[in-house]
């Protein structure tokens, strides 16, 4: 009679805990936000032509001086 293949039992042990899963889900879905924000960010000083030497702040032009006259 041949031999037949005999799967080795398996070792009991106890299933991972549930707040594992829940922070790995928190972790992954808050470094994903903060990839997209920077994204955005990217996209949007892009397409706006602002960039780090001129960030578009000192595109309009200075109000006019206000003058008083001395006059008494």
Request: glycine share 6%; no cysteine.
């Amino acid at each position: 009679m041949r031999e037949q293949y005999v799967r080795p039992p398996l070792v009991p042990r106890e299933a991972p805990a549930a707040w594992r899963a829940v922070w790995a889900f928190r972790l992954t879905a808050l470094v994903l936000l903060a990839l997209a924000a920077l994204v955005l960010v990217l996209v949007y000083r892009s397409l706006s032509g602002a960039t780090s030497e001129d960030p578009g702040v000192g595109a309009l032009p200075p109000p006019p001086a206000l003058t008083w006259s001395a006059s008494g």
